[in-house]
């Protein structure tokens, strides 16, 4: 079974910090990673995408990859109280567009 | 932008009975999936399909069944409703590795 793991948390960080958050995966001929972010009640979101090795960057996010450590990062700079959610990590599994998911990294910014 | 819809934002079922839970997305998207997602164990594949009248079991198959008549439309169904299908129900769709869109879910308890 693919298995994606990310930190089980919980992560407090102050407002105006750098949250960071982390996610490994097994399956080595995975091709695209994703995060989600989930508020309390709803649905999850899809925030970043990433699908080469390096960083991508939009506007506070940050996505790293490293197919060669298999591990995936989200950054958040300048964190704000409404960053305050569930952040769920996503990898595909093998050559097909199902995704596996991590549990999940509950994120909290303190005013 | 891609809309999923649950026709359903919250239920109330009792056990035994047959339940539908209906999902239409608006983009001619290939992909659609049912999981579930529940504190603790994060979100479970139940079925997906890649095609019209095209289904594939999920990790946790049991206890449900899928229609996909249309390609807009994907429907779960419990076959007799469990106190252990109590949980909350997101539909996504995708195509081409863009990720996934979700509905905004719905929130079932079998009493």
């Known amino acids: 079974q693919k298995e994606v793991e990310q930190n089980s948390g919980p992560l407090s960080v102050p407002e105006g910090a750098i949250a960071s958050l982390n996610c490994t995966y097994s399956?080595?001929?995975?091709?695209?990673f994703f995060w989600y972010r989930q508020y309390s009640g709803k649905s999850p979101e899809l925030i970043m995408s990433?699908?080469?090795?390096g960083d991508k960057e939009d506007g506070r996010f940050t996505a790293q990859l490293n197919k060669a450590s298999q591990y995936v990062s989200l950054l958040i700079r300048d964190s704000q109280p409404s960053d305050s959610a569930t952040y769920l990590c996503a990898v595909n599994e093998g050559g097909s567009e199902k995704l596996v998911f991590g549990k999940g990294m509950k994120l909290t910014v303190n005013p | 932008d891609v809309k999923v819809t649950q026709s359903s934002r919250y239920l109330v079922k009792r056990t035994g009975e047959k339940v539908f839970l209906e999902c239409v997305q608006d983009?001619?998207?290939?992909?659609m999936f049912w999981y579930r997602q529940d504190p603790g164990l994060g979100l479970r594949l139940i079925y997906f399909?890649?095609?019209?009248?095209?289904?594939e079991k999920g990790d946790i198959p049991e206890g449900y069944s899928v229609s996909r008549e249309k390609k807009e439309r994907f429907s779960l169904i419990l076959e007799s409703a469990s106190t252990n299908q109590t949980s909350m129900y997101l539909c996504?769709?995708?195509?081409?590795?863009?990720?996934?869109?979700f509905g905004s879910g719905t929130r079932l308890t079998v009493v």
């Open positions: 996504a769709s995708s195509s081409s590795y863009y990720g996934y869109t």
């Open positions: 399956d080595r001929v995975s091709q695209s």
């Open positions: 399909s890649y095609d019209v009248k095209m289904k």
């Open positions: 990433i699908y080469s090795n």
């Open positions: 983009m001619d998207h290939e992909n």
